[in-house]
T-cell receptor
């Protein structure tokens, strides 16, 4: 069935190091992918997106890579800071008439001081 | 800030009751989606409205219903509440087909 899953449920990194969060998706027809950050008690916050016609997109301290061959998505965070501690979700958008997003279960990022 | 607000922030109901949750979007957002997020899980799509009409629905029973209004606000109604309906309910809005932005959510507890 359709699904978006994450390889690691929890990732612990040292402050200042780079973080890489991975995600596998199952629907090769999905055309749009988004990474969200969710802090405790808050709604998901948009971080960065990428369309299926791209392989890489960079933002401020974040980079998203898309490998359509193996249906893999990753989020790289440079110089990880304590404020980056949160749960990170990848989501894929179906190419039907709606714009619904399919989320995975999330990866918790813990930043050690 | 996303410009998407939700009310109330917290709500406690008992089984069998009905609840209405509200969402207010930014001007110009023509789509609104509702998601249910159980503790420790990712959001699950309930349904979406585009220009005030339902434009897609997830695997939720008919007792979950919604409305979108011309003033960029929307409602999620849940009838005959069950214990498993306890969750964070999220509203997301945007201008199709662009990115959707989430509100802070309403935490519903069903006793």
């Amino acid at each position: 069935g359709e699904s978006v899953g994450l390889h690691l449920p929890t990732l612990s990194v040292q402050e200042g190091d780079n973080s890489i969060i991975n995600c596998a998706y199952s629907n090769s027809a999905s055309d749009y992918f988004i990474w969200y950050k969710q802090e405790s008690g808050k709604g998901p916050q948009f971080i960065i997106d990428i369309r299926s016609n791209m392989d890489k997109r960079q933002g401020q301290r974040v980079t998203v890579l898309l490998n359509k061959t193996v249906k893999h998505l990753s989020l790289q965070i440079a110089a990880t800071q304590p404020g980056d501690s949160a749960v990170y979700f990848c989501a894929e958008r179906q190419t039907d008439s709606s714009y619904k997003l399919i989320f995975g279960s999330g990866t918790r990022l813990l930043v050690r001081p | 800030e996303t410009g998407v607000t939700q009310s109330p922030t917290h709500l406690i109901k008992t089984r069998g009751q009905q609840v209405t949750l509200r969402c207010s979007s930014q001007s110009g957002h023509n789509t609104v989606s509702w998601y249910q997020q159980a503790l420790g899980q990712g959001p699950q799509f309930i349904f979406q409205y585009y220009r005030e009409e339902e434009n897609g629905r997830g695997n939720f029973p008919p007792r979950f219903s919604g409305l979108q209004f011309p003033n960029y606000s929307s409602e999620l109604n849940v009838n005959a509440l069950e214990l498993d309906d306890s969750a964070l309910y999220l509203c997301a809005s945007g201008r199709a087909p662009d990115t959707q932005y989430f509100g802070p959510g309403t935490r519903l507890t069903v006793l």
